[in-house]
């Protein structure tokens, strides 16, 4: 699901609108000294532009290998330490390695089948900034 | 004769002001999604006839061997080839379909160098109040082809931002 910032001409803030109606700022210039982190929550823009975006999970980083086993996600063969809310017991998905200079996002709700979760690689380039909340 | 002379230059400059003034490529086919838009918004419960009006209308916004591949994450997944296809699609889902909103909440063209042909990529909100309320996001591409000063839809095909 992809989530409408409500007012996207703020230079530095935008105000997104997430899946449960509350609201939560993204900081646009989270990343230009910084690349993101494991764990961080990010606003993604969209192939069309930004008047939607997406707000995932960095779950993996540049270069590592994500694999989901019984809902617990591997990097680089180990089990990533995630909430149990997280996890659904259902959700398995082979290797994947993560290119250079991309991201591999996820979100926090997990109660669906795995095909139906928006989910992927990302580029660095399309992460439009970090969510505050 | 003057005054034939003198009506042919009108119609020259009105000509070339609509040519320079008029409406541009990109203008057209943003109206083109917008008239879409509000033909797939169905504010309340229509018969099939309406249904099948509303489908007449915007299937003329594509041309007659337009190809759609459909394929949403909800596993909804719909190919469709042809005018004719696209009217019957509709006229089968006929008054199963609930009262909702379609919005091209972004919008990117790209026009070829030739002029007639574009590519356009669309963020498009689908929401209805049916059923406990449900709203989807869906990413399009469409290839688009002007023939007689008219852009029409070529092909339309879904992309993911996400990368799996």
Redesign the interface.
Same mark, same amino acid.
């Given at each position: 699901? /992809?989530l409408?910032p409500l007012v996207a001409a703020l230079v530095c803030l935008l105000p997104v609108r997430k899946e449960d109606d509350s609201l939560t700022l993204v900081f646009k210039f989270s990343y230009a000294l910084s690349k993101p982190a494991r764990g961080d929550l990010v606003a993604?823009?969209?192939? /069309?532009?930004?008047? /939607?975006v997406?707000l $995932?999970r960095v779950v993996a980083l540049p270069k590592e290998t994500i694999e989901i086993r019984k809902g617990i996600v591997h990097l680089n063969g180990r089990p990533l330490d995630e909430p149990a809310d997280r996890r659904n017991p259902g959700w398995s998905?082979s290797k994947?390695l993560v290119g250079d200079e991309e991201y591999y996002?996820i979100g926090d709700d997990r109660q669906q089948p795995i095909?139906?979760? #928006?989910?992927? #690689?990302?580029h660095f380039s $399309?992460i439009i900034g970090k969510a505050l909340w | 004769m003057k005054k034939i002379i003198l009506a042919l230059l009108l119609g020259l400059v009105a000509f070339v002001g609509y040519r320079v003034l008029g409406p541009g490529d990109e203008a057209k086919i943003r109206k083109l999604f917008q008239q879409l838009a509000s033909l797939s918004s169905i504010e309340r419960p229509m018969s099939a006839l309406e249904l099948a009006s509303r489908a007449d209308q915007a299937a003329e916004h594509f041309t007659s061997q337009t190809e759609v591949a459909l394929s949403l994450p909800t596993g909804f997944n719909h190919n469709v080839k042809g005018r004719s296809e696209i009217r019957a699609s509709v006229a089968a889902m006929g008054t199963k379909l609930k009262p909702g909103s379609v919005e091209f909440v972004d919008l990117k063209i790209d026009l070829g160098s030739d002029r007639k042909t574009a590519t356009a990529y669309s963020t498009v909100k689908v929401e209805t109040s049916a059923d406990g309320g449900w709203q989807e996001i869906i990413e399009l591409r469409f290839e688009l082809v002007k023939a007689e000063g008219r852009w029409q839809i070529e092909r339309t095909e879904t992309v993911e931002t996400l990368e799996r």
């Open positions: 699901m /992809a409408i993604i823009s969209l192939l /069309a532009g930004d008047n /939607a997406f $995932k998905m994947t996002v095909e139906l979760h #928006r989910m992927g #690689r990302i $399309k | -």
